[in-house]
């Protein structure tokens, strides 16, 4: 009798561990997918500079010893300084000089109440991107009412501003992920690109499929034809989940790099994003692509100003 309730205790139990092992989320993630040969990627870039910008350079900067680049950067950086005489310009803007640049990317951060972060972001972002000879500008679009964050709003707020500029390209991009490796080049590929897809927290594997949060590149043409985000989506999580919807109600496949040019290191912060999440049940976009978005965005700019590491738009949703 004894030894029988025993050993249905440790059937349970291995019943149990079975399970969490099956449906945890990182244990069935991938930690491989499809993805774009390194060999291939420079005929899938989508290589447009902004309107109106112009470089005195002669030669055309060269990408393939980037894309080829093999070190990984150190996430110590962030607590540096950037070095003298850096060439940025106020508002966070950048070009090589020496070459002419083929792409230029408009990076819009939506942010809230992490100084500390942003300031280690931009540091780090700096030192990272201008090893990639490309043109780009750091657009931080802060959030300063009190409702609950907005994280979708925010990126068509950044966007509209970047559309303004002449931007052909965006990356959309969370403060708390750095890239560590050079080769994931922030220019925008044909396909949209999900660009965070090794998260060192999630033990650098992609957790579904469908994922497209954390760190994207779209072009700007393609992020009108999806009119941009829902601005629905207040309090954190599933405005990802309804870009995706976006992008499938378009026809637009997203494309990624390979897992190791593609991993990122997620920075701790003590407001837990998972917890903070809201398992909202949507109508994802399908059905309203047309009725939220870009076309209905309104909000109040507060200020904008040029730092000298970012852009900064203060907005009131
Ligand atoms: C580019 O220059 C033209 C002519 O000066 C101007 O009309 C246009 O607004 C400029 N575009 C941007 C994005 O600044």
Same mark, same amino acid.
């Given at each position: 009798?004894? +030894?029988?309730?025993?050993?249905?205790?440790?059937?349970?139990?291995?019943?149990?561990?079975?399970?969490?092992?099956?449906? +945890?989320?990182?244990?069935?993630? #991938?930690?491989?997918?499809?993805?774009?040969?390194?060999?291939?990627?420079?005929?899938?870039?989508?290589?447009?500079?902004?309107?109106?910008?112009?470089?005195?350079?002669?030669?055309?900067?060269?990408?393939?010893?980037?894309?080829?680049?093999?070190?990984?950067?150190?996430?110590?950086?962030?607590?540096?300084?950037?070095?003298?005489?850096?060439?940025?310009?106020?508002?966070?803007?950048?070009?090589?000089?020496?070459?002419?640049?083929?792409?230029?990317?408009?990076?819009?951060?939506?942010?809230?109440?992490?100084?500390?972060?942003?300031?280690?972001?931009?540091?780090?972002?700096?030192?990272?991107?201008?090893?990639?000879?490309?043109?780009? #500008?750091?657009?931080?679009?802060?959030?300063?009412?009190?409702?609950?964050?907005?994280?979708?709003?925010?990126?068509?707020?950044?966007?509209?501003?970047?559309? =303004?500029?002449?931007?052909?390209?965006?990356?959309?991009?969370?403060?708390?992920?750095?890239?560590?490796?050079?080769?994931?080049?922030?220019?925008?590929?044909?396909?949209?690109?999900?660009?965070?897809?090794?998260?060192?927290?999630?033990?650098?594997?992609?957790?579904?499929?469908?994922?497209?949060?954390?760190?994207?590149?779209?072009?700007?043409?393609?992020? =009108?034809?999806?009119?941009?985000?829902?601005?629905?989506?207040?309090?954190?999580?599933?405005?990802?989940?309804?870009?995706?919807?976006?992008?499938?109600?378009?026809?637009?496949?997203?494309?990624?790099?390979?897992?190791?040019?593609?991993?990122? +290191?997620?920075?701790?912060?003590?407001?837990?994003?998972?917890?903070?999440?809201?398992?909202?049940?949507?109508?994802?976009?399908?059905?309203?692509?047309?009725?939220?978005?870009?076309?209905?965005?309104?909000?109040?700019?507060?200020?904008?100003?040029?730092?000298?590491?970012?852009? +900064?738009?203060?907005?009131?949703?």
């Amino acid at each position: 009798m004894r +030894h029988a309730f025993k050993k249905k205790i440790i059937y349970c139990g291995l019943i149990v561990i079975a399970l969490i092992i099956f449906l +945890h989320p990182n244990m069935n993630g #991938r930690r491989t997918y499809d993805y774009i040969e390194k060999n291939n990627i420079m005929v899938n870039l989508h290589d447009r500079i902004a309107q109106n910008f112009t470089s005195t350079a002669i030669m055309d900067c060269d990408y393939r010893d980037i894309l080829f680049d093999v070190t990984t950067m150190s996430v110590s950086l962030m607590d540096g300084d950037l070095i003298e005489g850096h060439k940025i310009k106020d508002g966070g803007e950048f070009y090589p000089s020496e070459c002419k640049p083929k792409f230029s990317t408009a990076i819009i951060v939506p942010y809230r109440d992490r100084a500390e972060q942003l300031r280690g972001f931009l540091v780090y972002m700096h030192v990272f991107l201008r090893r990639q000879n490309i043109h780009y #500008r750091i657009y931080v679009i802060e959030q300063v009412d009190t409702k609950p964050f907005n994280r979708a709003k925010l990126l068509n707020i950044g966007a509209a501003a970047a559309f =303004k500029a002449g931007y052909p390209c965006l990356v959309l991009h969370d403060v708390d992920l750095l890239p560590l490796r050079p080769a994931n080049l922030y220019a925008c590929t044909k396909c949209p690109r999900h660009m965070s897809s090794s998260i060192n927290k999630f033990r650098f594997v992609l957790p579904y499929l469908n994922l497209f949060g954390g760190a994207i590149a779209i072009t700007s043409q393609q992020y =009108k034809l999806i009119n941009g985000m829902s601005n629905e989506y207040y309090g954190w999580g599933g405005e990802d989940d309804d870009l995706y919807a976006r992008l499938e109600v378009e026809e637009l496949k997203l494309c990624r790099f390979e897992p190791e040019v593609s991993r990122y +290191h997620m920075v701790a912060h003590q407001t837990q994003r998972k917890g903070e999440r809201k398992h909202k049940v949507f109508n994802y976009a399908k059905n309203k692509v047309n009725e939220d978005g870009l076309n209905t965005l309104k909000y109040t700019e507060v200020a904008t100003v040029l730092h000298p590491l970012f852009t +900064h738009i203060m907005v009131d949703l």
